[in-house]
């Protein structure tokens, strides 16, 4: 198994509950999650860019659809595989 960090953890946990995970491709550029999918109004959490680069790095999540303003990534199968053993 893939050492994990707590943030990465975090994000893979989230993941698998329901959040969404998304890069602003717009002005900020940055990664954010958010409760329910990105936009739609729940709790949100940014999320440092390496964690993100690791956990793609590792073939655990990827990206799914890129249209402006935003890129959305989902679990992999071995992400999810992971997520149930966290």
């Excluded at 109004?41 to 799914?64: D, Q, R, V």
């Amino acid at each position: 198994m893939v050492k994990l960090t707590d943030k990465q953890k975090e994000v893979i946990k989230l993941m698998a509950n329901g959040w969404e995970l998304g890069l602003d491709i717009g002005l900020t550029g940055r990664y954010w999650m958010q409760q329910g999918g990105c936009g739609r109004g729940g709790e949100s959490k940014n999320i440092h860019a390496n964690t993100i680069y690791f956990l793609n790095h590792k073939k655990l999540i990827k990206s799914t659809k890129r249209e402006f303003p935003l890129e959305h990534f989902e679990l992999t199968e071995t992400g999810k595989e992971i997520a149930t053993i966290l």
